[in-house]
């Protein structure tokens, strides 16, 4: 991958919807340029998809956290396999850090929050959490 490669993908990033044309005018290559390589990108798994972006208002589950997961022993791939298959987990990220795991949580309602962090905790193998409530987003 080289610095093409890299700016062809933070243009796609930013907007998908780009099309060839524009993106061979912003990277000043030709368009067959722009073509093959979204093609080599697509085909080496580099790109795996694209989605559709929504604000947080636009979303059903309107109240959205990270949790921070301390997970004691060897008990991470239970955790995992457990935290993954949740409706309401949208993300789950290993860390470096003091904490394990950090998961990104969505709910309806402050009740059903409630019960998500309940059900989180009990989770054999999770030895401690904190969360944190996302309240504005200003970057998606």
Known sequence: MDDT???LLGLLR???R???VALAQKLRVARATVQNRIARLEADGTIVGYTVRLKPE???QRIRAITSIEIEGHHGDAVRR???GHPNVVALHTTNG???LMAELRADTLESFDQLLNAIRSIPGISNTETSILL???KL
């Open 58 to 60: 636009a979303e059903g």
């Open 98 to 100: 003091r904490w394990d």
């Open 136 to 138: 504005s987003t200003y």
């Open 5 to 7: 490669d890299r700016q």
């Open 82 to 84: 457990a935290l993954r």
């Open 18 to 20: 780009l099309s060839v």
């Open 14 to 16: 930013d907007n998908a």
